[in-house]
């Protein structure tokens, strides 16, 4: 019971010096909330970057490549042709894979959805929500080369992979697959939107796959879709480079040393690097 007292004491005597000191305890409260924020972010950035493993089979054996230009600066942008020319040489890897991010406009037509049911509750019929024309919104999109899920050893949760449709059918009938986050977050997990269309960019697209939980693939977060490379200039017509793809990745076959690996990249190389300016040798 003392020790109660005492404390209650000491609260007290506390409230009433932070009350008389209202600048002092403003100032205080901002910087430990600003301390603790900086700290969040820092430590999370740490995690999404540092600490978390790709995923994937064996993500130790995975190799970035790009371009090192005359300058001496790298350029890890190379186009669609560049990445086949790779993917179709390069023998010593297991898979080579090309990757891009984007955000495109996204609409969903007859997809009971969050922006839906945001609009059928009280506040949407108030009036009260933005309004969002043909329930539009922007979604971010990872651009993968159509091997991507199969190098690194990941199946669909639900549905399929670019891999099973082949080129012929997604230039047919182009696909998409959504993640399984996005899945749950804007379609409550709804198994009816496989086979569903959508629109990217005014493209539209069928969903013929789910990503599993919380798949990142060789980014730092969840996309909210999944977008074969070789449908870019559906996203992008106007493009005058059929697409370009951020950091080619190889997958190492195994029992070869590195430098075995990095001599067996022929010198075919020189006809691509003369497509992109400025660049004289693969780093």
């Keep these: ?28 409260v901002f910087a430990l909330a600003l301390g603790i924020g900086v700290n969040t972010v820092a430590f999370t950035a740490y995690k999404a970057f540092v600490v978390r493993p790709l995923d994937g089979r064996e993500p130790g054996t995975l190799v970035n490549f790009a371009l090192r230009l005359q300058s001496g600066a790298t350029n890890a942008r190379f186009s669609y042709p560049d990445y086949q020319g790779y993917r179709d040489r390069l023998h010593s890897f297991t898979g080579v894979i090309a990757f891009s991010i984007d955000q495109l406009r996204f609409t969903a037509s007859g997809i009971a959805n969050r922006r839906s049911a945001e609009a059928g509750s009280w506040m949407g019929r108030l009036g009260l929500l933005p309004a969002t024309a043909n329930n539009a919104e922007f979604a971010s999109t990872f651009i993968v080369s159509e091997n991507y899920f199969s190098v690194l050893g990941v199946s669909a949760l639900r549905g399929r992979t670019f891999e099973s449709v082949g080129l012929p059918e997604l230039a047919a009938s182009p696909s998409v697959l959504v993640s399984e986050n996005y899945w749950q977050r804007r379609f409550f997990g709804d198994p009816s939107v496989l086979g569903k269309s959508i629109r990217l960019n005014g493209a539209a697209f069928t969903i013929i ?73 693969t780093g």
């Design 209 to 281: 796959g789910i990503t599993p939980h919380n798949f990142i693939g060789t980014s730092v977060a969840a996309p909210d879709f999944w977008l074969p490379l070789s449908l870019y200039p559906l996203i992008h017509p106007k493009s005058n480079r059929l697409a370009f793809c951020s950091w080619p990745s190889r997958w190492w076959r195994p029992g070869r040393r590195r430098g075995e690996r990095c001599a067996s990249i022929p010198w075919w190389r020189s006809d691509i690097s003369s497509r992109t300016s400025d660049s004289s040798q």
């Design 1 to 28: 019971m003392i020790l109660l007292e005492t404390l209650r004491q000491d609260l007290r005597y506390a409230a009433r010096t932070l009350f008389r000191n209202a600048g002092f305890t403003t100032v205080s």
